[in-house]
């Protein structure tokens, strides 16, 4: 699985005018809900989904789909192989080590429209998370997911197998759809020989790029093992290189050795993902050319303001008041009652789970 490799460009100067949750009236000094300024005076922040370039989602979709990642074993793991975005801390097998709900939204809500070339693809799979009520349901959004504890369906199996259009790799307990598009319209989950996503056998080895009629553009990889497999470049925010595939604007894709994790390369997030195939590739958000720093906290790695008030990791962020929580969001704090959400606030959890809306008390 190619990964993303993303630059946030200029467009992340705004962030911090992104911080007002969207269909939500900022309080005006004495009470009201929602989502407001530091100290409740509320009226500062412009609504992230009426910036130009656009946000991934909107704020309350994005504080919603936070809400189910903290519940879905697997689920960041997903989004990180489906579109490069590290919104969780994972250790070498995927499962979450911790998850701060702050961090989660600021980057949902960041505005990347200009800077993603998939941007309108990734956006829908984030919107389709965004609107499930379980957790099968928000992984079968994404192109490639990680099984839920309880997902029979590798009982007594080992290596891989095909289940309809799933291919399942069990002992990693990963779930690719074949007939996603992000692999081509004609992909399915072969099981004949090795089960595989693939188009059909070939017999020339190699890389090469096409393009469909919409645009879209592919890379078109003939395996040693005889396979054609396809994936699009464009929805995991890369281009195509002839001989080489999905790759950035160098023709070439970082290579890393430590899954899922997320360091600062330079002036850039980077976060690795080597599962898949091919598989030693890191995905790149480039704070520099935001006018932001890469700031490592944890075991976590985001871009930041230079003059940002908050931090995510600050102590006073995450908490619960009643049923509001504070977050910092593009480095200003603010509060979102999650009743808002039909959900109440949840404190945080021994596993390293922050405070967060939550549906499960």
Do not use: K
């Not at 009426?50 to 309350?60: D, F, G, H, K, N």
């Not at 469909?212 to 994936?231: I, K, P, T, W």
């Not at 999650?338 to 967060?356: I, Q, V």
């Amino acid at each position: 699985m190619r990964v993303a490799v993303l630059s946030l460009g200029a467009s992340l100067a705004c962030a911090a005018a992104c911080t007002v949750f969207d269909g939500l009236e900022p309080a005006t000094g004495g009470g009201g809900s929602g989502a407001t300024g530091d100290g409740g005076e509320g009226g500062a922040f412009a609504s992230c989904a009426t910036q130009s370039p656009a946000c991934v989602l909107p704020e309350l979709e994005a504080a919603r789909l936070c809400a189910r990642l903290a519940s879905c074993e697997g689920l960041a793991a997903g989004l990180a192989l489906s579109t490069g975005l590290p919104l969780a801390e994972l250790d070498t097998d995927g499962a979450q080590l911790g998850f701060n709900y702050s961090a989660c939204v600021d980057w949902l809500t960041a505005p990347l429209e200009a800077a993603h070339t998939g941007f309108a693809s990734v956006s829908t799979a984030l919107n389709c998370v965004s609107a499930t009520s379980d957790c099968t349901s928000a992984g079968a959004c994404l192109p490639t997911t990680l099984m839920e504890p309880d997902d029979p369906r590798c009982d007594g199996v080992t290596g891989s197998v095909c289940a309809g259009q799933d291919l399942l790799e069990c002992e990693e307990r990963e779930i690719t759809a074949c007939d996603h598009p992000s692999f081509g319209i004609a992909t399915e989950c072969d099981g004949a020989l090795a089960p595989t996503c693939r188009v059909g056998p070939c017999s020339d080895p190699g890389t090469r790029c096409d393009v469909d009629g919409a645009g879209v553009e592919y890379a078109v990889e003939c395996s040693e093992a005889g396979d054609e497999l396809v994936m699009s470049c464009s929805s995991h925010g890369l281009e195509c290189t002839e001989g080489v595939g999905c790759s950035d604007d160098s023709g070439a894709a970082p290579s890393c050795t430590t899954p899922f994790a997320q360091r600062c390369r330079g002036a850039s997030v980077a976060t690795c993902t080597t599962r898949g195939e091919p598989s030693d590739l890191e995905a790149l958000i480039d704070c520099e050319a935001g006018g932001l720093v890469c700031v490592e906290e944890g075991l976590s790695a985001r871009c930041a303001r230079t003059d940002a008030a908050c931090s995510p990791y600050d102590a006073g962020i995450n908490v619960c008041e009643g049923s509001s929580i504070a977050l910092c969001l593009g480095g200003e704090r603010v509060v979102l009652d999650c009743a808002d959400l039909g959900m109440a606030c949840a404190n945080g959890r021994a596993d390293g789970t922050s405070g967060r809306c939550s549906w499960e008390l």
